[in-house]
Protein backbone atom coordinates (compact mmCIF):
# COMPACT_ATOMS: atom_id res chain seq x y z
CA UNK A 1 0.00 0.00 0.00
CA UNK A 2 2.92 2.37 0.80
CA UNK A 3 3.60 5.05 -2.45
CA UNK A 4 7.35 6.07 -1.07
CA UNK A 5 7.05 7.45 -4.92
CA UNK A 6 4.70 10.49 -4.31
CA UNK A 7 6.20 11.50 -1.11
CA UNK A 8 3.00 11.83 1.05
CA UNK A 9 2.25 8.87 2.37
CA UNK A 10 5.89 8.86 4.74
CA UNK A 11 5.81 12.24 6.34
CA UNK A 12 1.79 10.83 7.23
CA UNK A 13 3.36 8.13 8.57
CA UNK A 14 6.19 10.05 10.66
CA UNK A 15 3.11 12.16 12.08
CA UNK A 16 1.35 8.87 13.34
CA UNK A 17 4.33 7.82 14.71
CA UNK A 18 4.96 10.62 17.04
CA UNK A 19 1.63 10.39 18.15
CA UNK A 20 1.80 6.99 19.10
CA UNK A 21 1.64 6.84 23.18
CA UNK A 22 4.80 5.78 25.24
CA UNK A 23 4.75 2.58 27.20
CA UNK A 24 4.14 4.94 30.58
CA UNK A 25 1.38 6.58 29.22
CA UNK A 26 -0.53 3.60 28.51
CA UNK A 27 0.80 2.06 31.53
CA UNK A 28 -0.87 5.02 33.48
CA UNK A 29 -4.52 4.71 32.09
CA UNK A 30 -7.00 4.01 35.22
CA UNK A 31 -7.99 0.49 33.15
CA UNK A 32 -4.43 -0.60 33.34
CA UNK A 33 -4.55 -1.31 37.13
CA UNK A 34 -7.14 -4.32 36.67
CA UNK A 35 -4.75 -6.17 33.69
CA UNK A 36 -1.70 -5.49 35.97
CA UNK A 37 -4.20 -7.41 39.25
CA UNK A 38 -5.08 -10.08 36.74
CA UNK A 39 -1.65 -10.71 34.96
CA UNK A 40 0.68 -8.96 36.65
CA UNK A 41 2.85 -6.19 35.71
CA UNK A 42 5.78 -7.78 33.67
CA UNK A 43 3.08 -9.54 31.56
CA UNK A 44 1.01 -6.11 30.82
CA UNK A 45 3.93 -4.39 29.96
CA UNK A 46 5.44 -6.98 27.55
CA UNK A 47 1.64 -6.55 26.14
CA UNK A 48 1.98 -2.99 26.04
CA UNK A 49 5.52 -2.74 24.44
CA UNK A 50 4.50 -5.97 21.52
CA UNK A 51 1.38 -3.82 20.33
CA UNK A 52 3.14 -0.56 20.25
CA UNK A 53 5.94 -2.34 18.46
CA UNK A 54 3.35 -4.10 16.15
CA UNK A 55 1.42 -0.61 15.38
CA UNK A 56 4.90 1.32 15.31
CA UNK A 57 5.92 -1.37 12.13
CA UNK A 58 2.56 -1.40 10.45
CA UNK A 59 3.08 2.28 10.84
CA UNK A 60 6.56 2.28 9.11
CA UNK A 61 5.08 -0.53 6.53
CA UNK A 62 2.40 2.62 5.23
CA UNK A 63 -0.34 0.39 6.33
CA UNK A 64 -3.44 1.99 8.78
CA UNK A 65 -4.31 1.65 11.91
CA UNK A 66 -7.15 2.30 14.01
CA UNK A 67 -6.96 4.90 16.46
CA UNK A 68 -4.16 4.25 18.44
CA UNK A 69 -4.54 6.40 21.79
CA UNK A 70 -3.33 5.09 25.31
CA UNK A 71 -6.72 3.99 26.22
CA UNK A 72 -6.75 1.65 22.60
CA UNK A 73 -3.08 0.26 22.62
CA UNK A 74 -4.27 -0.90 26.47
CA UNK A 75 -7.31 -2.47 25.16
CA UNK A 76 -4.89 -4.14 22.40
CA UNK A 77 -2.91 -5.26 25.18
CA UNK A 78 -5.91 -6.52 27.10
CA UNK A 79 -6.20 -8.89 23.88
CA UNK A 80 -3.59 -10.12 23.49
CA UNK A 81 -3.50 -10.81 27.68
CA UNK A 82 -6.29 -12.73 27.53
CA UNK A 83 -5.43 -14.45 24.11
CA UNK A 84 -1.53 -15.60 25.77
CA UNK A 85 -3.10 -16.25 28.86
CA UNK A 86 -5.74 -18.79 28.48
CA UNK A 87 -4.30 -22.23 29.02
CA UNK A 88 -3.60 -23.82 25.74
CA UNK A 89 -5.00 -27.51 26.63
CA UNK A 90 -8.79 -27.39 27.77
CA UNK A 91 -11.53 -28.97 28.32
CA UNK A 92 -14.18 -29.61 25.58
CA UNK A 93 -17.54 -31.30 24.52
CA UNK A 94 -16.20 -34.17 22.26
CA UNK A 95 -19.06 -35.18 20.00
CA UNK A 96 -17.13 -36.83 17.41
CA UNK A 97 -19.14 -39.85 18.19
CA UNK A 98 -15.53 -41.71 19.25
CA UNK A 99 -15.80 -42.64 22.67
CA UNK A 100 -12.05 -43.47 23.29
CA UNK A 101 -10.80 -40.76 21.36
CA UNK A 102 -6.72 -40.89 21.67
CA UNK A 103 -6.64 -36.78 20.13
CA UNK A 104 -9.27 -35.45 22.73
CA UNK A 105 -7.72 -37.59 25.57
CA UNK A 106 -9.06 -40.94 25.65
CA UNK A 107 -11.12 -42.30 28.53
CA UNK A 108 -12.56 -39.84 31.22
CA UNK A 109 -12.04 -40.10 34.54
CA UNK A 110 -14.68 -41.28 37.63
CA UNK A 111 -15.14 -38.58 40.21
CA UNK A 112 -13.56 -41.20 42.53
CA UNK A 113 -10.54 -40.77 40.61
CA UNK A 114 -10.58 -37.28 40.50
CA UNK A 115 -10.65 -37.02 44.06
CA UNK A 116 -7.85 -39.94 44.67
CA UNK A 117 -5.58 -37.50 42.47
CA UNK A 118 -6.58 -34.28 43.97
CA UNK A 119 -6.40 -35.37 47.63
CA UNK A 120 -2.40 -36.28 46.71
CA UNK A 121 -1.34 -33.28 44.48
CA UNK A 122 -1.40 -30.41 46.26
CA UNK A 123 0.46 -32.54 49.32
CA UNK A 124 2.85 -35.26 50.71
CA UNK A 125 2.10 -38.77 50.18
CA UNK A 126 3.08 -42.29 51.40
CA UNK A 127 3.70 -43.09 47.93
CA UNK A 128 6.84 -45.14 48.52
CA UNK A 129 6.36 -45.24 52.31
CA UNK A 130 4.99 -48.07 54.24
CA UNK A 131 3.13 -46.54 56.76
CA UNK A 132 2.88 -50.25 58.98
CA UNK A 133 6.32 -50.30 59.69
CA UNK A 134 7.70 -46.89 58.75
CA UNK A 135 10.19 -47.55 56.09
CA UNK A 136 10.66 -47.65 52.68
CA UNK A 137 7.95 -48.63 50.45
CA UNK A 138 7.34 -49.31 46.90
CA UNK A 139 5.00 -47.41 44.34
CA UNK A 140 3.68 -50.25 42.50
CA UNK A 141 2.06 -51.76 45.51
CA UNK A 142 -0.84 -49.55 45.26
CA UNK A 143 -2.15 -51.36 42.43
CA UNK A 144 -0.56 -54.54 42.78
CA UNK A 145 -3.42 -55.72 44.92
CA UNK A 146 -5.80 -54.66 42.58
CA UNK A 147 -4.72 -55.97 39.69
CA UNK A 148 -3.92 -59.25 40.62
CA UNK A 149 -6.87 -59.73 42.48
CA UNK A 150 -9.02 -58.52 39.95
CA UNK A 151 -6.90 -60.57 36.77
CA UNK A 152 -6.09 -63.65 38.34
CA UNK A 153 -1.64 -62.55 37.67
CA UNK A 154 0.64 -63.62 40.09
CA UNK A 155 2.01 -59.69 39.77
CA UNK A 156 1.56 -56.72 37.98
CA UNK A 157 3.74 -53.73 37.28
CA UNK A 158 2.91 -50.05 35.81
CA UNK A 159 4.66 -47.88 33.46
CA UNK A 160 3.72 -44.46 31.25
CA UNK A 161 1.58 -46.49 28.89
CA UNK A 162 0.76 -49.68 26.53
CA UNK A 163 3.72 -48.59 24.35
CA UNK A 164 6.18 -48.62 27.31
CA UNK A 165 4.51 -51.95 28.76
CA UNK A 166 5.66 -53.79 25.16
CA UNK A 167 8.74 -51.95 24.98
CA UNK A 168 9.92 -52.95 28.37
CA UNK A 169 8.69 -56.63 28.05
CA UNK A 170 10.85 -57.17 25.01
CA UNK A 171 13.90 -54.87 26.32
CA UNK A 172 14.05 -57.48 29.40
CA UNK A 173 13.08 -60.52 28.15
CA UNK A 174 14.79 -60.17 24.71
CA UNK A 175 17.85 -58.18 23.98
CA UNK A 176 19.15 -58.92 20.82
CA UNK A 177 17.31 -62.31 20.33
CA UNK A 178 14.00 -63.03 18.34
CA UNK A 179 10.59 -62.58 19.01
CA UNK A 180 8.17 -64.55 17.27
CA UNK A 181 4.99 -62.73 15.96
CA UNK A 182 2.59 -63.48 12.73
CA UNK A 183 2.14 -61.39 10.37
CA UNK A 184 -1.28 -60.84 10.34
CA UNK A 185 -0.75 -58.72 13.95
CA UNK A 186 2.51 -56.77 12.58
CA UNK A 187 -0.27 -53.74 13.49
CA UNK A 188 0.50 -50.05 13.99
CA UNK A 189 -1.74 -48.33 16.30
CA UNK A 190 -2.22 -44.49 16.02
CA UNK A 191 0.88 -43.62 13.92
CA UNK A 192 3.37 -43.65 16.27
CA UNK A 193 3.15 -47.21 17.74
CA UNK A 194 4.23 -49.97 15.35
CA UNK A 195 5.15 -53.03 16.32
CA UNK A 196 8.38 -53.55 14.19
CA UNK A 197 9.48 -50.51 15.32
CA UNK A 198 8.46 -51.00 19.21
CA UNK A 199 10.74 -53.91 18.33
CA UNK A 200 13.81 -52.41 16.66
CA UNK A 201 13.74 -49.81 19.73
CA UNK A 202 13.71 -52.63 22.29
CA UNK A 203 16.79 -54.18 20.81
CA UNK A 204 14.45 -57.57 19.82
CA UNK A 205 15.01 -59.09 16.80
CA UNK A 206 11.22 -59.56 14.85
CA UNK A 207 10.71 -62.92 13.15
CA UNK A 208 7.39 -62.89 10.78
CA UNK A 209 5.27 -66.20 10.78
CA UNK A 210 2.90 -67.11 9.22
CA UNK A 211 1.13 -65.12 5.89
CA UNK A 212 -1.10 -61.32 6.44
CA UNK A 213 -4.49 -63.61 6.42
CA UNK A 214 -3.14 -67.21 7.77
CA UNK A 215 -0.96 -68.17 10.33
CA UNK A 216 -0.96 -72.20 11.74
CA UNK A 217 0.82 -73.60 14.99
CA UNK A 218 3.64 -75.04 12.87
CA UNK A 219 4.40 -71.90 11.29
CA UNK A 220 5.45 -70.97 14.94
CA UNK A 221 6.66 -74.31 16.08
CA UNK A 222 9.24 -74.52 12.76
CA UNK A 223 10.64 -71.37 13.33
CA UNK A 224 11.21 -71.47 17.58
CA UNK A 225 15.23 -72.39 17.86
CA UNK A 226 18.05 -71.62 20.24
CA UNK A 227 17.67 -67.80 19.60
CA UNK A 228 13.96 -67.53 20.19
CA UNK A 229 13.29 -65.25 23.40
CA UNK A 230 9.21 -64.84 23.41
CA UNK A 231 6.61 -65.72 21.54
CA UNK A 232 4.03 -63.02 20.89
CA UNK A 233 0.58 -62.12 20.42
CA UNK A 234 -0.86 -58.80 19.37
CA UNK A 235 -4.24 -58.39 19.87
CA UNK A 236 -5.19 -57.10 16.34
CA UNK A 237 -7.42 -54.39 18.33
CA UNK A 238 -7.76 -51.63 15.57
CA UNK A 239 -9.06 -53.65 12.06
CA UNK A 240 -9.98 -56.94 10.97
CA UNK A 241 -9.01 -59.91 8.95
CA UNK A 242 -12.08 -60.95 7.31
CA UNK A 243 -12.42 -64.27 4.53
CA UNK A 244 -10.00 -66.80 4.26
CA UNK A 245 -8.07 -66.34 7.83
CA UNK A 246 -6.08 -68.56 10.45
CA UNK A 247 -4.95 -67.39 13.63
CA UNK A 248 -3.39 -69.60 15.95
CA UNK A 249 -5.51 -68.66 19.60
CA UNK A 250 -3.73 -68.38 23.18
CA UNK A 251 -3.89 -71.68 24.40
CA UNK A 252 -1.85 -73.10 21.34
CA UNK A 253 0.36 -70.56 21.46
CA UNK A 254 1.10 -71.15 24.74
CA UNK A 255 1.26 -74.93 24.52
CA UNK A 256 3.75 -74.36 21.45
CA UNK A 257 6.44 -71.82 23.82
CA UNK A 258 6.10 -73.45 26.61
CA UNK A 259 7.11 -77.03 25.25
CA UNK A 260 10.53 -75.32 24.11
CA UNK A 261 10.55 -73.45 27.55
CA UNK A 262 10.06 -69.99 25.97
CA UNK A 263 7.48 -67.30 27.61
CA UNK A 264 4.52 -66.22 25.74
CA UNK A 265 3.47 -62.59 26.00
CA UNK A 266 0.26 -61.06 24.60
CA UNK A 267 -0.07 -57.49 24.00
CA UNK A 268 -3.93 -56.83 24.26
CA UNK A 269 -4.03 -53.13 23.97
CA UNK A 270 -7.04 -52.35 25.11
CA UNK A 271 -7.98 -54.46 28.36
CA UNK A 272 -10.95 -54.55 29.95
CA UNK A 273 -11.43 -56.55 33.15
CA UNK A 274 -15.29 -57.08 32.80
CA UNK A 275 -17.07 -58.72 30.51
CA UNK A 276 -18.42 -56.19 28.45
CA UNK A 277 -21.28 -58.71 27.28
CA UNK A 278 -22.76 -58.07 30.37
CA UNK A 279 -23.70 -54.93 28.89
CA UNK A 280 -25.22 -55.91 25.83
CA UNK A 281 -21.74 -55.13 24.22
CA UNK A 282 -19.61 -56.73 21.55
CA UNK A 283 -16.99 -59.12 23.98
CA UNK A 284 -13.59 -57.57 23.96
CA UNK A 285 -10.88 -59.86 25.46
CA UNK A 286 -9.63 -59.60 28.92
CA UNK A 287 -6.55 -60.32 30.49
CA UNK A 288 -7.57 -62.46 32.55
CA UNK A 289 -9.00 -65.14 29.75
CA UNK A 290 -4.94 -64.69 27.93
CA UNK A 291 -3.60 -65.55 31.34
CA UNK A 292 -6.00 -68.38 32.00
CA UNK A 293 -5.45 -69.42 28.53
CA UNK A 294 -1.49 -69.87 29.65
CA UNK A 295 -0.03 -66.07 28.40
CA UNK A 296 2.97 -65.84 30.90
CA UNK A 297 2.54 -61.89 30.82
CA UNK A 298 -0.20 -59.47 29.14
CA UNK A 299 -0.01 -56.05 28.62
CA UNK A 300 -2.73 -53.53 28.15
CA UNK A 301 -3.63 -49.83 28.41
CA UNK A 302 -5.31 -47.77 31.34
CA UNK A 303 -7.16 -45.38 29.43
CA UNK A 304 -8.53 -47.02 26.92
CA UNK A 305 -11.94 -50.02 27.92
CA UNK A 306 -10.44 -50.13 31.25
CA UNK A 307 -11.55 -46.07 31.66
CA UNK A 308 -8.44 -45.13 33.46
CA UNK A 309 -5.71 -42.72 33.49
CA UNK A 310 -3.03 -43.30 30.82
CA UNK A 311 -0.85 -45.97 31.83
CA UNK A 312 0.54 -49.21 30.62
CA UNK A 313 0.01 -52.30 32.78
CA UNK A 314 1.41 -55.95 32.92
CA UNK A 315 0.38 -58.15 34.46
CA UNK A 316 1.77 -61.83 34.94
CA UNK A 317 3.75 -64.71 36.38
CA UNK A 318 6.14 -62.87 39.16
CA UNK A 319 9.28 -63.79 38.55
CA UNK A 320 9.07 -62.05 35.11
CA UNK A 321 7.09 -59.03 36.26
CA UNK A 322 10.75 -58.84 38.70
CA UNK A 323 12.83 -58.73 35.84
CA UNK A 324 10.82 -55.75 34.49
CA UNK A 325 11.10 -53.83 37.96
CA UNK A 326 14.87 -54.58 37.17
CA UNK A 327 15.51 -53.39 34.08
CA UNK A 328 16.76 -49.49 34.53
CA UNK A 329 14.22 -48.47 31.86
CA UNK A 330 11.48 -49.02 34.43
CA UNK A 331 12.45 -46.03 36.53
CA UNK A 332 12.55 -43.99 33.14
CA UNK A 333 8.61 -45.26 32.57
CA UNK A 334 7.15 -45.59 36.05
CA UNK A 335 4.03 -43.43 36.89
CA UNK A 336 3.71 -40.53 39.38
CA UNK A 337 1.73 -41.07 42.28
CA UNK A 338 -1.49 -38.36 40.57
CA UNK A 339 -1.85 -41.13 38.44
CA UNK A 340 -1.02 -43.98 40.26
CA UNK A 341 -3.74 -42.67 42.55
CA UNK A 342 -5.83 -42.39 39.66
CA UNK A 343 -5.83 -45.68 38.66
CA UNK A 344 -6.11 -47.34 42.79
CA UNK A 345 -9.66 -45.64 42.43
CA UNK A 346 -11.02 -46.79 39.26
CA UNK A 347 -9.55 -49.76 39.99
CA UNK A 348 -11.24 -50.11 43.18
CA UNK A 349 -14.30 -49.47 41.21
CA UNK A 350 -14.17 -53.06 39.27
CA UNK A 351 -14.56 -54.94 42.95
CA UNK A 352 -18.51 -53.66 42.59
CA UNK A 353 -19.21 -54.38 38.66
CA UNK A 354 -23.02 -53.88 39.34
CA UNK A 355 -22.44 -50.34 39.78
CA UNK A 356 -19.26 -49.79 37.18
CA UNK A 357 -21.80 -48.68 34.26
CA UNK A 358 -22.95 -45.99 36.44
CA UNK A 359 -19.72 -44.74 37.83
CA UNK A 360 -17.17 -45.80 35.29
CA UNK A 361 -18.01 -42.84 32.49
CA UNK A 362 -16.31 -44.42 29.63
CA UNK A 363 -18.80 -47.63 30.53
CA UNK A 364 -21.67 -45.21 31.48
CA UNK A 365 -20.77 -43.60 27.69
CA UNK A 366 -20.73 -47.16 25.95
CA UNK A 367 -23.66 -48.42 27.28
CA UNK A 368 -26.01 -45.00 26.83
CA UNK A 369 -29.17 -46.62 25.17
CA UNK A 370 -29.75 -45.29 21.78
CA UNK A 371 -33.16 -44.00 22.99
CA UNK A 372 -32.12 -42.17 25.47
CA UNK A 373 -29.68 -39.91 23.07
CA UNK A 374 -32.52 -39.51 20.86
CA UNK A 375 -34.66 -38.04 23.81
CA UNK A 376 -31.74 -35.57 24.75
CA UNK A 377 -30.99 -34.81 20.56
CA UNK A 378 -35.38 -34.19 20.75
CA UNK A 379 -35.09 -31.81 23.68
CA UNK A 380 -31.87 -29.53 22.79
CA UNK A 381 -32.71 -29.74 18.80
CA UNK A 382 -35.11 -26.11 19.16
CA UNK A 383 -32.33 -24.57 21.61
CA UNK A 384 -29.33 -25.08 18.71
CA UNK A 385 -31.89 -24.19 15.98
CA UNK A 386 -32.21 -20.71 17.62
CA UNK A 387 -29.20 -20.23 18.24
CA UNK A 388 -28.01 -20.77 14.77
CA UNK A 389 -30.60 -18.48 13.92
CA UNK A 390 -31.15 -19.80 10.09
CA UNK A 391 -27.23 -20.64 9.59
CA UNK A 392 -27.98 -23.73 9.15
CA UNK A 393 -30.86 -25.85 8.99
CA UNK A 394 -30.74 -28.66 12.02
CA UNK A 395 -32.42 -32.82 11.93
CA UNK A 396 -31.61 -35.36 14.17
CA UNK A 397 -30.61 -38.42 12.75
CA UNK A 398 -29.17 -41.81 13.31
CA UNK A 399 -25.72 -42.61 13.54
CA UNK A 400 -23.41 -45.08 14.54
CA UNK A 401 -20.75 -44.09 17.62
CA UNK A 402 -17.34 -46.11 17.91
CA UNK A 403 -15.67 -47.03 20.55
CA UNK A 404 -12.33 -45.48 19.96
CA UNK A 405 -8.54 -46.43 20.52
CA UNK A 406 -8.51 -49.33 18.54
CA UNK A 407 -11.19 -51.12 20.55
CA UNK A 408 -13.81 -53.28 18.84
CA UNK A 409 -12.83 -51.61 16.01
CA UNK A 410 -15.60 -53.06 13.70
CA UNK A 411 -18.51 -53.13 16.34
CA UNK A 412 -20.58 -49.58 16.05
CA UNK A 413 -22.87 -48.60 18.85
CA UNK A 414 -26.87 -47.22 17.40
CA UNK A 415 -26.44 -43.26 18.30
CA UNK A 416 -27.68 -40.39 17.35
CA UNK A 417 -26.65 -36.84 15.92
CA UNK A 418 -27.49 -33.68 15.36
CA UNK A 419 -26.77 -32.90 11.73
CA UNK A 420 -26.08 -29.00 10.84
CA UNK A 421 -26.33 -28.34 7.44
CA UNK A 422 -25.26 -25.00 6.26
CA UNK A 423 -27.57 -22.68 4.36
CA UNK A 424 -26.62 -21.95 0.64
CA UNK A 425 -25.55 -18.60 -0.32
CA UNK A 426 -22.67 -16.94 1.09
CA UNK A 427 -19.91 -19.24 0.49
CA UNK A 428 -19.01 -19.63 -2.34
CA UNK A 429 -17.53 -23.42 -2.34
CA UNK A 430 -20.42 -25.54 -0.28
CA UNK A 431 -17.03 -27.10 1.88
CA UNK A 432 -16.37 -23.79 3.28
CA UNK A 433 -19.63 -23.17 4.81
CA UNK A 434 -19.30 -26.78 7.03
CA UNK A 435 -15.92 -25.70 7.81
CA UNK A 436 -16.78 -22.19 9.29
CA UNK A 437 -19.47 -23.53 11.04
CA UNK A 438 -17.12 -26.10 12.38
CA UNK A 439 -15.06 -23.60 13.56
CA UNK A 440 -17.33 -21.31 15.03
CA UNK A 441 -18.15 -24.02 17.47
CA UNK A 442 -14.26 -24.68 18.56
CA UNK A 443 -14.05 -21.38 19.11
CA UNK A 444 -16.75 -21.51 22.00
CA UNK A 445 -15.93 -21.06 25.38
CA UNK A 446 -16.03 -24.82 25.98
CA UNK A 447 -14.60 -25.57 21.97
CA UNK A 448 -17.58 -28.36 20.72
CA UNK A 449 -15.42 -31.03 18.18
CA UNK A 450 -18.06 -32.61 15.98
CA UNK A 451 -17.66 -34.93 12.29
CA UNK A 452 -17.57 -33.51 9.08
CA UNK A 453 -19.13 -35.64 6.66
CA UNK A 454 -21.30 -35.02 3.52
CA UNK A 455 -21.73 -31.35 3.09
CA UNK A 456 -22.69 -31.40 7.09
CA UNK A 457 -21.30 -31.01 10.38
CA UNK A 458 -22.53 -34.41 12.78
CA UNK A 459 -22.62 -34.09 16.60
CA UNK A 460 -23.25 -37.45 17.95
CA UNK A 461 -24.67 -36.87 21.45
CA UNK A 462 -23.39 -39.85 23.05
CA UNK A 463 -20.64 -38.10 25.05
CA UNK A 464 -22.42 -34.87 25.67
CA UNK A 465 -23.25 -35.30 29.61
CA UNK A 466 -23.29 -31.83 30.43
CA UNK A 467 -25.95 -30.42 28.93
CA UNK A 468 -26.68 -27.40 30.88
CA UNK A 469 -22.93 -26.31 30.07
CA UNK A 470 -23.38 -26.87 26.09
CA UNK A 471 -26.34 -24.92 25.47
CA UNK A 472 -25.57 -22.08 28.11
CA UNK A 473 -22.75 -20.95 25.89
CA UNK A 474 -24.83 -21.62 22.60
CA UNK A 475 -25.54 -18.03 22.57
CA UNK A 476 -21.91 -17.47 21.81
CA UNK A 477 -22.17 -18.44 18.53
CA UNK A 478 -23.68 -15.10 17.14
CA UNK A 479 -20.40 -13.65 17.36
C1 LIG B 1 -3.39 -49.08 21.98
C2 LIG B 1 -2.47 -50.19 21.77
C3 LIG B 1 -1.11 -50.04 22.04
C4 LIG B 1 -0.53 -48.75 22.52
O1 LIG B 1 -1.05 -48.41 23.77
P1 LIG B 1 -0.83 -46.94 24.39
O2 LIG B 1 -1.43 -47.03 25.75
O3 LIG B 1 -1.53 -46.01 23.47
O4 LIG B 1 0.63 -46.69 24.42
C5 LIG B 1 -0.30 -51.13 21.85
N1 LIG B 1 -0.78 -52.31 21.39
C6 LIG B 1 -2.09 -52.48 21.10
C7 LIG B 1 -2.55 -53.81 20.60
C8 LIG B 1 -2.98 -51.43 21.29
O5 LIG B 1 -4.27 -51.58 21.02
Redesign the pocket.
Known amino acids: MADRGDGRRAPAAGAALQLLPSVDRVMNEPASGALVARYGRAATLEAVRSVLADLRAALRGGHAVAPSDAGAVLRLAGTRLAAEMRPSQRRVFNLTGTVLH?NLGRALLPREAIEAALSVMGDAANLEYDLDTGSRGERDAHVRGWLTRLTGAESATVVN????A?HLVLNTLAPGREVLVSRGEL?E??GA?RVPDIMARAGARLVEVGTTNRTHPRDYSDRIGAETALVMK??T??YAIQGFTASVDEHDLAAIAHKRDIPFVV????GTLVDLARWGLPHEPMPQQALLAGADLV?F????LLGGP?C?IVVGRADLVARLDKNPMKRALRLDKIRLAALEAVLRLYADPDRLAEKLPTLRLLTRPAAAIQALGESILPRLCAALGGRADVELAPCRSQIG???LPVDLLPSHALVLKPRAGGARVPGDAVERLAAAFRRLPVPVIGRIGDGALHFDLRCLEDVDGFLGQLDALAD
Do not use: M, P, R, Y
Not at 161 to 164: M, Q
Not at 267 to 270: E, K, N, R
Open positions: TNNAAVVIGFVHSNDLGSTSGDKQGSGA
